[in-house]
Each structure stands twice: as structure tokens, then as C-alpha cells.
């Protein structure tokens, strides 16, 4: 027709257009126009509309009211985890084949409604295809079947408080609900703005499959005002947030001391790597490029590494592909003024932009821009950007892309482009984040697992080993609830020690001074100070160091040291020296019984078998240092997968004072096997043992500054531990206060938390010397975090 302005295929296919998307919101409009555009909260498998309570409008993308959701009180808290408890006692009774058949039969109901789910998704920014929420019910399904027959010696938690930020999207949400739900769990949801809609959908979709009444319940309200509210409620056994970093960090401190275990991934805000080497598909990876760069709502800051040698060739496919294309709405009025604040500090540092056209002079909108030339330190390239900004580095090698894209705090995920396979598992391997997709990006299925790194959380969501998180072993104790006790944050761990002075007694009778050990050597406090150790009976037995904080930087330095060296050892060969520690231990066993028994006032023949078990304890994990490994997911999608545990780094211990010396080798050992340093806090209730175990350490093969041992006050080592950057993790047995200062401090640089309130010993320490399948099984995945690695064929 004459005059026409319809593109023909060709047309598009020449311009490389992306076609019109729907923008129907006609099934959407419908459920909201059902429900009075007025969403109750969902309790005890109903909508309820408690009467005198606050409301807060829905906007969409063009700042249009959708509808209004109910900000919960504290009544409607307490309702909403009653009704989960009496519902997990329902849904943890029915077995495992009957959950499965519910988590199934949702799917229909899914696919029968997901046009609706679909257009509230997009109304309320926060895309989620329906198609990923199935094969989120098929995956787990499959384990909600299985749990009982896999996972025999494993229990649910019970009522589990599940809480995301405004900006997170539904997949990250339910990603964490369904095996919550899966596992026997029941679920108290606290959506953000984002995903109230649909997820309030949801739960409807779940009771019309026959979920039974309180089981998942939704709470809709600020975030941050809500999840602390419901975390204090007694029948919540379990907190689990995923969103940004900000919110997460109020999350752990406002509920720091409840004796609730709470485990972020922090999945919104992340910068990730976007690496293109030399030997990649250029034409593909600039098409990546494209795709992922400049999403409308993306959760993770892209930064584009790229090799000089094809770096011009990247820039002019890039002009090419970004001609054309219009300016992007920001999600947020203010947004304008920090995207321009960034372009202009970039261009003040000697950046040079690519832009498909001119920024509009105001508004909220701005063009897809990408910043070449900008310097590793630009605020733009540390600090992730709300607009369509693609901060652009170059590199030499292939190591310096590697280390340019370890460059960010977080590690969440990164893109590789090459078609040199034996470059790219050597390049995932080498980079310090959860997920690796190669020749690809944004891969999302549930059978590969989620670790974040770094300051991208401290849980795994996703595949087997997401499962966990939403279990306990059997046999292992929660931390007791308790009221938050008024703890002075910044005086914990601060009290001086006890003075020693002279006594004027006999030198040959004075009690021994024991060393540290710090860096493969035995030295003195920093401090220069001791500690009386005593006799069950009041006597002084020995003087130790009292460390603090400069002997505990002083063990880390050693343990970064040598700690890369010892996780690259293979497997066999890590295996061979803690054998070699079991032997040298064989070899003192007679001064470490009777160690031992001065400590504690054990029987020589109960010191004896101490001194058996922690041999064994040393012998059993060097023969699991190379069974423990990871695996090949099967997936829908044509390629492979592998799924790596990989070491944490360096581990802080703060040891119990039951079995001093099997406690001790125990928690050793399995760090050691999976690759980790470990600097470890003896009790300073029974330090002698672990002091006499210093010579078994000189005596191996054991690479200096792997372990290190610290003697001193708990409290004051403890905080010392919490505030050092490079520590990823605490194990800690110690009291309450000192669990409520790691929840509120350690959120910040995040690290992994195992806390323990120990009680009084009245067993001899029994505990340790019987530790059933599951406890080995926990105490093995808290000393690795996973990697993911993704490698698509056609």
C-alpha cells in the first residue's frame, strides 16, 4: 500500500528492531476489579481486610494507582504466625507423596492464570515469566517427594519468616518460598511493593490447590517496619531475606538477640562483570551486551571488561547496535540527577560516551550510555547505577581480566565471552562469585544452586543445596529464643583482663608459660600480657597469652598468605597432611590425655579416649576430602552445568569448652579438608589442650598460618574476629550476648554465621563423640560456598 509505514521482517531484521510487545492489562484489571481494588492481607488461607488499618497505593510504571494493600498491625502478625503454626503441624503431618501432588497440582493452576500473573508482573515492574514459576514447582516438587528418603536425618524449622525488598523481583521471592514449602515448612511472606501483587495471587493460587489454611500467609506493609515485627513473634524458627544490601543489614541488626537464625542474599544491587576476551564471538557477546546492559528493571549493575586487543572492534559493534534506540525510563523521579552526577564525574576522569542519541534536558528518562575509558575507581563502576549506564574497562591479559573482574565487592555472578573452553573453566574458577554463565547471561533454573560471595550473601538458594537453609538436623539444637538483652555494641569484648602479679613463690614450682601459635610459629601476645589458667580445683596450672585484635590481624595476614596455595592443593594431597597431623597426634597422645585431665578433672582412661576420637575425627575428614564434590545438574535447557563447593577463605572458630581437644580437631579438620585457614579461639575455660596441640601442628606437614591458634578472653577475641573485612565466616559457641553481637555486627562486612549458646558441660562433652550423619553433613556446608558454571551449547 502506498505510503505505508509497516516494516517488513527484512526491514527489522536489517535494523536488528527489537517487535512490539502487549501491553494488555485486561485479565490483571479484571482480578484487581474482583477483589474492590483493595487487597486484604492473605491469613489462614483467606483475603482479610482488618478494619481501621492504614493503606498504601500500588503504582505503575507511569505513577498510575493500581490498587491499595493493607499495611499489617501487630494483631494481624501475631494472627498471621498463629495460623502458620497451627498450619505447619497440618502440612508437616501429611506425607511427603501428598505435598508433592499439592506443589503439583499448583502448576496447572499456574498455567491456567498466567496471563493474569504475567500482566500484574509487569504492572508492578517486577517481570517474572510464568513458565520459570513452573519449573520452580516441577524442581521442587520432585524433593518434597524425596525428602524423607534423602534426607532421612533432616527436620523442617517450622514457621519461617520469608521477606524481600521493594526492588526484588518474584523469582528471587519464590525461589525461597516453594522449597521453604517443599521441606514441610510453613511460610509467613513479606513481599516488597514490588511483589505484593502477584504474590498475594499466588497464595490464592496455593489454597485453591489445596494448600492447607495457614500454611502461606502474606503480610503486606513496609518492609522494614513488618519483618522485625514477625521475626519477634516466638513460633518463628527461621528468618530468610533476599533484596539489597541496605535493607538486609537493618533487617540483621533489628533483630540481633532473638535467638532467630537469619540468612541474606543480597541479590539486588550487586555489580557484576560482563568479560568479552579476545577469543570470544564478537557479534554474540555484543548482542549480550545489549540484552542484559540495558533492561528497564535489572537487579545487578553490569560492568563490561573487555581485552584491548578487540577493544575498538567492541566499541564500533556497539555504536552500531545502539544506534536507534530511544531513552529508557528510570524507575524513580530522582534518579535523573544521580545519572547525571555519574555521567559527569565519569567525563571529568577522561571518559568518553556512547549514546544513541542526547539526553532529554529534564524528565525521567535517559539513553542507553555506555562509559568508555572510565578508571576501576570511578564511583560509577563501585557503586551500581539506577539508570542504563554501562560502565566500560579494558585489560591486557587474560589474569588481569580475572582480577579486574574481581575487582567489585560483591559476587553475585559473571558473564565470560570466549571460544577457548580450556580459558573459560580456568577464568571461572578464578573468579570470586556464585554464578558463572559462559557465552551467556541471566541463565536462571532452579536445579543450579545460588551462593552469593563476598557481599552478596551468606545462604544458597536454588538446586540440593538451597534445601538446607529450610532444614536442621535432627539431632542438633536451634539457639534458644531469647529477648534482646541491652548490649553496648561498642564496649563488647572491651573489659581489660585480669591482672597478674608476683606472688613471690618458689621459680621452681612456677606455673608453665605456654605460647601462641600465629603463622606456623609459637609467639608471644602482641599485648605482652597472661592469663591464670586453673586446676578444677582453684589451683593456677599454666599462664597463656591474652590475645586481642593485633594477634588476631596478625593470624589473618598469615592465613591470606598461604591460604589461596592450600585451597589450590588438590584434593589427595590436602588429604595426605591432615593424615600426617593424625599421626603426629598419635605420637603425643600421652602428654594430650594427661593435658587433658588437669584441665578438666576428667579420668585419665575418659582423656585417653579424647585423645582416640580426635585422631579419628582427623583420620575420617582427610578420607573426605576428595568424596566431598560437587556435581552436573541435569537441566531443561540444552548445555551443561556444574555445580563446585569451593572454600570460604578464612574461618574464624571460637571454640566450646566441652572436649576441648575433640571440639577443636573436629571443626579443624573439616575446614582444612574443604581448603579454608582457620584462626581458632580455644576455650578459655580449658585452653591447655589446644596449647599442647601446637606442637602436633609444628610437627606435620600443615603449611604455616593455615591454622592458627589464639588464647585469650572469648568476648574480646570474638569481637576482634567479627570487625576483621577479610574473615568470611565465625563458628562460635559462646552465650547469648556474644551470638547477639556477631547477628548485629557481622551483617556488615557480611559473614557467615554458625552460633551456638552452649550450655553448662554435664556430659563430659558426650556430644562430640557420637556426631551423626547429619551433623557431619551441616558441619561440611558451613565450610564451603557453592559455584555455579553454566555452559550452553546449540
Not at 7 to 34: C, N
Not at 102 to 108: A, Q
Not at 247 to 261: D, F, I, K, Q, S
Not at 763 to 781: H, K, N, Y
Request: net charge negative.
Amino acid at each position: 500500500m502506498a505510503g505505508s509505514t509497516t516494516k517488513t521482517v527484512y526491514d527489522i531484521f536489517q535494523s536488528m528492531e527489537y517487535g512490539p510487545t502487549s501491553s494488555s492489562r485486561t485479565t490483571a484489571q479484571a482480578w484487581l476489579e474482583h477483589q474492590s481494588g483493595a487487597l486484604g492481607l492473605f491469613i489462614d488461607g483467606r483475603f482479610v481486610q482488618p478494619a481501621g488499618r492504614q493503606t498504601c497505593s500500588v503504582t505503575d510504571s507511569s505513577g498510575s494507582s493500581l490498587c491499595t494493600i493493607v499495611c499489617a498491625a501487630d494483631e494481624d502478625v501475631s494472627l498471621s504466625v498463629s495460623s502458620g503454626a497451627s498450619g505447619f503441624k497440618a502440612w508437616n503431618a501429611l506425607d511427603c507423596h501428598v505435598r508433592a501432588k499439592i506443589l503439583l497440582k499448583l502448576v496447572s493452576g499456574v498455567q491456567r492464570h498466567g496471563q493474569c500473573l504475567s500482566e500484574l508482573c509487569d504492572l508492578a515492574q517486577s517481570p517474572c515469566p510464568p513458565s520459570a514459576l513452573v519449573r520452580l514447582l516441577q524442581y521442587y516438587s520432585g524433593w518434597a517427594q524425596l525428602r524423607d528418603s534423602l534426607l532421612p536425618d533432616w527436620t523442617p524449622h517450622g514457621v519461617v519468616a520469608v521477606v524481600v525488598s521493594d526492588d526484588c523481583s518474584l523469582y528471587s521471592l519464590m525461589l525461597k518460598v516453594i522449597p521453604a514449602l517443599a521441606m514441610g515448612n510453613a511460610a509467613v511472606v513479606i513481599p516488597g511493593v514490588g511483589t505484593a501483587l502477584p504474590a498475594l495471587l499466588l497464595a490464592q493460587l496455593f489454597v485453591e490447590a489445596g494448600l492447607p489454611a495457614g500454611v502461606l500467609n502474606v503480610l503486606t506493609c513496609k518492609v522494614l517496619s513488618l519483618a522485625p515485627k514477625v521475626a519477634q513473634n516466638p513460633h518463628i524458627s527461621y528468618v530468610t531475606y533476599s533484596g539489597n544490601k541496605k535493607n538486609g543489614e537493618m533487617l540483621c541488626r533489628a533483630t540481633a538477640g532473638l535467638g532467630v537464625p537469619i540468612s541474606l542474599s543480597v541479590s539486588v544491587g550487586a555489580t557484576c562483570p560482563f568479560i568479552i576476551f579476545e577469543s570470544a564471538d564478537m557479534d554474540s557477546a555484543v548482542d549480550g551486551v545489549i540484552e542484559t546492559a540495558f533492561k528497564k528493571k535489572k537487579e545487578c549493575q553490569w560492568i563490561l571488561c573487555v581485552q584491548e586487543s578487540v577493544l575498538d572492534n567492541v566499541v564500533a559493534r556497539l555504536k552500531v547496535r545502539m544506534a536507534g534506540m530511544k531513552s529508557v525510563p528510570l524507575l524513580a523521579e530522582g534518579d535523573r540527577g544521580l545519572v547525571d552526577a555519574a555521567v559527569q564525574e565519569a567525563q571529568q576522569q577522561g571518559a568518553t560516551l556512547i549514546q544513541p542519541c542526547a539526553p532529554p534536558p529534564f524528565g525521567t528518562s535517559y539513553p542507553p550510555t555506555v562509559l568508555c575509558g572510565v578508571a576501576p575507581s570511578c564511583s560509577c563502576v563501585v557503586t551500581p547505577n539506577p539508570g542504563p549506564l554501562l560502565p566500560l574497562l579494558s585489560f591486557r591479559s587474560h589474569g588481569e581480566g580475572v582480577t579486574l573482574g574481581n575487582h567489585s565487592p560483591h559476587g553475585q555472578a559473571a558473564s565470560l565471552w570466549t571460544e577457548d573452553i580450556t580459558l573459560a573453566l580456568e577464568a571461572a574458577k578464578s573468579l570470586a562469585v556464585g554464578c558463572v554463565w559462559v557465552n551467556s547471561h541471566s541463565v536462571l533454573d532452579p536445579a543450579l544452586p545460588l551462593s552469593g560471595h563476598k557481599e552478596s550473601g551468606n545462604c544458597t538458594d536454588g538446586g540440593k543445596e538451597g534445601l538446607f537453609q529450610f532444614l536442621q538436623p535432627s539431632s542438633s539444637p536451634s539457639l534458644p529464643r531469647s529477648s534482646p538483652s541491652s548490649l553496648d555494641y561498642a564496649k563488647f569484648g572491651t573489659a581489660a583482663s585480669s591482672a597478674i602479679i608476683p606472688l613471690g613463690s618458689d621459680s621452681s614450682s612456677y606455673p608453665h608459660c605456654y605460647l601462641q601459635y600465629v603463622g606456623g610459629k609459637q609467639c608471644k601476645s602482641e599485648s605482652g600480657s597472661s592469663v591464670s589458667v586453673l586446676a578444677p580445683g582453684g589451683a593456677v596450672l599454666a599462664y597463656c597469652p591474652d590475645g586481642g585484635r593485633k594477634d588476631v590481624r596478625n593470624a589473618v595476614e598469615a592465613a591470606i598468605k598461604v591460604q589461596p596455595s592450600w585451597m589450590k592443593k588438590t584434593p589427595p594431597e590436602r588429604a595426605q597432611s591432615l593424615f600426617s597431623l593424625a599421626n603426629a597426634l598419635e605420637l603425643k597422645r600421652l602428654d594430650m590425655a594427661t593435658s587433658i585431665q588437669s584441665q578438666t578433672g576428667l579420668s585419665l582412661e575418659k582423656a585417653n579416649e579424647e585423645v582416640e576420637l580426635s585422631i579419628s575425627q582427623l583420620c575420617d575428614w582427610a578420607a573426605r576430602c576428595d568424596k566431598e564434590r560437587g556435581g552436573a545438574p541435569s537441566l531443561p535447557l540444552s548445555g551443561s552445568a556444574l555445580s563446585i563447593p569451593e572454600a570460604l577463605g578464612v574461618v574464624g572458630v571460637v571454640l566450646p569448652d566441652s572436649s576441648p581437644l575433640l571440639s577443636m580437631v573436629s571443626l579443624l579438620a573439616v575446614a582444612v579438608a574443604m581448603g579454608n585457614a582457620v584462626v581458632m579461639v580455644p576455650s578459655p575455660k580449658y585452653p591447655l589442650p589446644a596449647l599442647e596441640f601446637i606442637q602436633v601442628l609444628q610437627t606435620s606437614d600443615l603449611p604455616g598460618g593455615v591454622v592458627s591458634i589464639i588464647t585469650g578472653g572469648r568476648d574480646q577475641l570474638t569481637q576482634a574476629l567479627a570487625n576483621h573485612s577479610v574473615i568470611k565466616a565465625i563458628w562460635y559457641w559462646g552465650n547469648m550476648e556474644g551470638c547477639q553481637y556477631l547477628q548485629h555486627t557481622c551483617s556488615s562486612p557480611l559473614k557467615n554465621l554458625w552460633l551456638h549458646c552452649q550450655e553448662e558441660v554435664t556430659d563430659g562433652g558426650g556430644a562430640w563423640s557420637q556426631l551423626p550423619l547429619s551433623l557431619l553433613e551441616e558441619m561440611w556446608r558451613q565450610a564451603v560456598q557453592w559455584k555455579s558454571i553454566w555452559i550452553p551449547t546449540a
